[in-house]
């Protein structure tokens, strides 16, 4: 059989047989960290003033953060039943989360009041002092606020709004793309996510949202897929938003391979005179054949229909009268421009 530029021999292969060959073995081993943060809030204090004419003194805010990248849930609760905390949870990752912290003087005798806010952050437990000074006599109460007047309706944001793929069919899959979704208008947003493809994967399904921008990984899988372009789309739900749900459409673009590439393979005649046909194996990584194409008693062949910046390897067998087949031939290869 003939050689292509570049191709070894058998019998240079044979010649090197008797090198040694060495084995590198590698072995892997995973390590568990377990991950410790610290909370930092700001101000470490709260302090109060109430008279019987202004019960309601301005709100506070607290504002805390920590210092990992992994998203843990919070919540925040008042000791005394005079004081309220707006969120009371959510989530945080490495972004600052505030709450406002309300206290009410109705029906307190004149005097001093103290009390602490718990910052509990996956579990982890900050406590902040709050003191609350009442001047005068007892406090008229006030009518309690409805829930609608001091409690934010969540509401979607996302962006982008859509999402578009392209890649080439039995190719590398794309990269994976990333949408954020956020809470503009306040209070505590839960969502969920769902879309039908099966091609179409996410990095999460549901969550809860604030303050913070939470960021959502979409990555596609392109095998068994022919080229074409293919439609989905994924809902984001949540329940008590004002305008849940949204809809974002993802496009799955695939073009053709190029197959412009062909492969001339000649070979000598079999001495066999009882030889009835010779069989082509083709693939594309050394020794690794596909399913042989006979061609009969002719010494050459054309291969075409290969792929642009592919490589392939090639061996020729014969088959006697018995229907016995040969080993292979020497390998070559072609690299397809």
């Known amino acids: 059989m003939g050689r292509t530029h570049g191709v070894e021999t058998f019998a240079a292969r044979c010649r090197l047989a008797g090198r040694v060959s060495f084995i590198l073995l590698v072995m892997s081993c995973s390590i568990m960290v377990s991950e410790t943060f610290a909370v930092s809030v ?22 805390f953060n920590k210092n990992s990248i992994v998203s843990k849930n919070w919540t925040v609760t ?43 952050v996956g579990g982890q437990l900050t406590t902040v002092p709050i003191s609350l000074t009442v001047a005068g006599g007892t406090v008229t109460p006030t009518p309690t606020p409805t829930p609608t007047s001091t409690t934010p309706t969540p509401s979607l944001q996302i962006s982008p709004v859509s999402l578009n793929f392209s890649g080439t069919a039995g190719g590398v899959a794309p990269l994976a793309q990333t949408f954020n979704l956020s809470n503009p208008s306040g209070g505590t947003l839960t969502w969920t996510l769902t879309e039908p493809a099966a091609w179409l994967g996410l990095n999460i399904a549901s969550g809860t949202t604030t303050t913070e921008v939470d960021a959502i990984s979409a990555n596609v899988s392109i ?19 004002t305008n849940s749900p949204q ?22 005649p079999s001495t066999d005179t ?40 090639f061996s020729v067998t014969v088959v006697n009268s018995a229907g016995s087949e040969s080993p292979h031939s020497n390998e070559v290869y072609k690299v397809v421009q």
């Open 78 to 120: 008042g000791n005394a039943s005079w004081i309220s905390v707006s969120p009371s949870s959510g989530t945080i990752a490495r972004e600052k989360d505030q709450v406002s912290v309300s206290v009410n003087a109705s029906g307190l005798a004149a005097g001093t009041y103290s009390g602490v806010v718990n910052i509990n």
């Open 223 to 241: 095998t068994g897929l022919a080229a074409g372009t293919y439609n989905t789309a994924i809902t984001v739900s949540a329940s008590g938003a």
């Open 247 to 268: 809809i974002i459409p993802v496009t799955l673009t695939l073009s053709a391979p190029a197959t412009t590439g062909t492969a001339a393979l000649s070979w000598d």
């Open 274 to 313: 009882t030889s009835t046909k010779y069989n082509v194996y083709m693939g594309t990584q050394p020794g690794v054949y596909g399913a042989p194409v006979s061609v009969g008693l002719a010494t050459n062949y054309m291969v075409s229909n290969l792929t642009s910046g592919k490589t392939y390897y």
């Open 42 to 63: 700001s101000p470490n204090t709260l302090r109060y003033s109430a008279t019987s004419s202004s019960p309601m003194p301005a709100s506070q805010t607290l504002t």
